[in-house]
């Protein structure tokens, strides 16, 4: 993948623990986001981010939170994990994305496998 | 919000071509992508309409009718490794005046010798 890492790879959790699966890239993008993968759903936005300090959130929010405090991190926290949350998660990133450049492209992270039990 | 649908499953045979279809309704369209996604892999990006009109790029072509809501992809000379999903997704104008990115539930193409 184009510069886009997400860590880890794969995590399991009980109900309950908190965790934070991370995002960073080095290709100077300001548009960061987060997706979430389950069978049958499709990628569904969960938050994103325009910029250094500017988040907002996608169509699922509930129960994960995000900062942007540099332009290469974009960190999704889960506060208390639940079996519902269990889901692969994409990072995605691309350059200049919310003033609609023709071709501009997203890079998505390797995704990071998710359970809690 | 957004309404992005397109088919589950579709089956085709190497050496063909297939036709994917993509249809939507969003108050403030940007754009339309499609990806294609390998089993336990990311999404990688395809193609790229923002115009009506066909795209094309080797064997795969795009067309997007934005008065129909309406896209596709097309593949050609299918080749055994095109079985994967392919997602199409759509950019649009959210309230908070970002652009977003939403995406359909994905059709999974599987080719046969």
């Known amino acids: 993948n184009a510069g886009v890492t997400q860590t880890p790879k794969f995590q399991v959790l009980k109900t309950g623990q908190s965790m934070t699966l991370q995002c960073a890239q080095d290709m100077n993008h300001e548009y960061m986001s987060w997706y979430r993968q389950d069978p049958g759903m499709g990628l569904r936005l969960i938050h994103y981010s325009v910029g250094a300090g500017i988040t907002d959130q996608g169509e699922v929010p509930n129960g994960y939170n995000v900062s942007r405090s540099t332009t290469e991190d974009f960190p999704l926290r889960l506060l208390s994990a639940a079996p519902s949350q269990t889901s692969v998660y994409f990072c995605?990133?691309?350059?200049?994305?919310?003033?609609?450049?023709?071709?501009?492209?997203?890079?998505f992270g390797e995704g990071s496998w998710l359970t809690v039990v | 919000g957004q309404n992005i649908d397109q088919p589950t499953e579709m089956t085709a045979t190497e050496g063909a071509i297939v036709q994917i279809n993509c249809t939507y309704q969003?108050?403030?369209?940007?754009?339309l992508f499609w990806y294609q996604q390998h089993a336990g892999e990311a999404p990688t990006f395809l193609s790229y309409n923002v115009l009506d009109g066909l795209e094309e790029k080797g064997r795969f072509s795009s067309f997007l009718s934005r008065s129909k809501g309406y896209s596709y992809l097309l593949l050609k000379e299918l080749q055994m490794k095109d079985s994967a999903s392919y997602l199409c997704a759509v950019r649009d104008h959210g309230n908070s005046g970002y652009s977003t990115l939403t995406f359909g539930k994905g059709t999974m193409l599987l080719v046969s010798p």
């Open positions: 995605a990133s691309s350059l200049d994305f919310p003033k609609g450049v023709a071709g501009n492209t997203i890079y």
């Open positions: 969003t108050s403030g369209f940007n754009g």
